[in-house]
């Protein structure tokens, strides 16, 4: 009988598996070998389901964003603030720290690649745009013009992402309480 | 009579030349080839300067950092305020942005070296310092603890990386306007 594979399953596990491994050591650290490894099979497997390092840089990429969109609505559908929602995005945990290193790898990568640049600068306004979307439900942010949204999400945007490199390559000095506060002041001073 | 070699100028040279490859097509995509070929001269000179491309990257990426603290430096002493020191680090021209590709790509290589890590942890704290230094003396900005200071001075900090993560990779949706509006907006929330 010939074995049955979940297709999609294996190639998720893979792309798990080749996450973590380069949050630990960077993209250009791990090898299709050690992912193999990790994975429990073969190279040719792990080729299969990605014909080489960028492609699967390229689908790791994907994952971590869709994950923290998903938590961030997750969020919201539970009705939290916009504090508790962006806090879904900042490295306050392993996992998200994790995230935040694939795509600092990612961005090197898209120095050279279109296919990348292209993908970063999508991804880049859908978050702005689902932060415009946590302005609009927002309790605690007064009601503003669609101009005036679009600013203030742009400086959350950026307030998130400038937290966040600091924090992943410095977490003693920026510690998730300090994270927090500075966070909740950007949200204060919002107007 | 031998031919008389300014070492340090050419070693300058290499970098600069090299710090522009780099910011056009990223670590991974320059060759030391490359670097000979733009600087005129042979691969064995760049190896001579700098044993390897991470060696190469490492003094790219100081250089970088230690033009932008004395642009910041110098605007200050001219007695500019703290939004022109701060423009001083945004990727408002080409020059500035290059030096933005060059941390991204020093950001994920840190990811596998201790020593980038090391260097990179170093140079984002006296950064800070350099901000807490203009808000002690910038008269747009009203008189604080020290425990204030270093608040707002991460918050600065973290907002102008986070505007220039956004703005190198998507320069048409974040203009120069578009930047120096949002950081004067940063700095007149800081109270």
């Known amino acids: ?88 995005i900042l490295p306050l945990d392993r996992q998200r720290r994790d995230n935040w290193k694939i795509w600092f790898s990612f961005w090197a990568t898209a120095m050279d690649d279109v296919r990348f640049m292209a993908e970063q600068r999508l991804r880049g306004r859908e978050a702005r745009q689902l932060i415009v979307e946590l302005l609009e439900t927002a309790s605690d942010v007064s009601a503003a013009s669609p101009e005036t949204r679009d600013m203030q999400a742009r400086r959350l945007l950026a307030v998130v992402a400038g937290l966040s490199s600091q924090a992943t390559y410095d977490p003693a000095d920026w510690p998730a309480k300090r994270l927090s506060a500075l966070l909740a002041a950007e949200i204060a001073a919002l107007g």
């Not at 993209?27 to 792990?46: F, K, L, P, Y």
């Not at 840089?57 to 539970?78: G, H, I, K, P």
């Open 1 to 88: 009988m010939p074995r049955i594979v979940d297709h999609e399953a294996r190639r998720r596990d893979v792309a798990r598996i080749a996450a973590r491994l380069i949050a630990v050591a960077g993209v250009e650290g791990v090898t299709v070998r050690d992912i193999a490894r990790e994975a429990g099979c073969s190279t040719a497997v792990v080729s299969h389901y990605f014909r080489n390092k960028r492609e699967l840089l390229f689908s790791v990429y994907r994952n971590a964003m869709t994950e923290t969109v998903a938590r961030v609505r997750r969020r919201r559908d539970r009705g939290a603030d916009l504090q508790t929602c962006l806090e879904a």
